[in-house]
């Protein structure tokens, strides 16, 4: 099974930050990652899928990098509305999350 | 309007059984491919099963297969997770999801999840 480590496991920043979050793949998955947020009480919503592909309506300043086994989800000036949790997801195999970032206010 | 609405969550006693459907609305079910996601209490989330419609493959997580089983009614367009021998560490939410597109993709489309609570 692919495992998928996620970090940091909390991240504490201040509006207009920029916000970098790393997922590792325990085996090459190519590009088939994808980045949800999930706030509390609610379902998660797809920010990126296949690495670098922003979903429609996603606001601009999220981004995804990466290939092969390191990706990164990067936030270019965070919002209010970003304190939330992110998790990256494999689909080259089944599919497999990791395990979460919390983005908490500074 | 694209949707998907979760129901059959609740209470069971540990070694009961489950069923919970996922009612579709708003694009194509029956060449969609659809999971279950499930989420503890202040827990991450994990994939449990996947389902893909236009030819009814299958797949499941280690830790519900052979206790856990997909299906889908396409006249009703519906999804179902039947869960038997229920265990205390399947208390979750419950989420349905589909993949942007069939046959292995991110999931675009969520429900807003139906709890599942294993406790005598």
């Known amino acids: 099974d692919i495992q998928m480590t996620q970090s940091p496991s909390t991240l504490s920043a201040s509006v207009g930050d920029r916000v970098t979050i790393t997922c590792r793949a325990s085996q090459s998955i190519s590009s088939w990652l994808a980045w949800y947020q999930q706030k509390p009480g609610k379902a998660p919503k797809l920010l990126i899928y296949k690495a670098s592909n922003l979903e429609s309506g996603v606001p601009s300043r999220f981004s995804g990098s990466g290939s092969g086994t390191e990706f990164t989800l990067t936030i270019s000036s965070l919002q209010p509305d970003d304190f939330a949790t992110y998790f990256c997801q494999q689909y080259y195999s089944y599919r497999t999350f990791g395990q979460g970032t919390k983005v908490e206010i500074k | 309007e694209v949707q998907l609405v979760e129901s059959g969550g609740g209470l069971v006693q540990p070694g009961g059984s489950l069923r919970l459907s996922c009612a579709v609305s708003g694009f194509t079910f029956r060449t969609s491919t659809m999971n279950w996601v499930r989420q503890a209490p202040g827990k991450g989330l994990e994939w449990l099963s996947y389902i893909t419609n236009i030819n009814g493959g299958k797949n499941y997580a280690d830790s519900v297969k052979g206790r856990f089983a997909i299906s889908s009614d396409g006249a009703s367009n519906s999804l179902y997770l039947q869960m038997n021998n229920l265990r205390a560490e399947d208390t979750a939410v419950y989420y349905c999801?589909?993949?942007?597109?069939?046959?292995?993709?991110?999931?675009?489309?969520w429900g807003q999840g139906t709890m599942v609570t294993v406790s005598s």
């Open positions: 999801a589909r993949d942007r597109a069939p046959g292995g993709d991110a999931f675009d489309i």
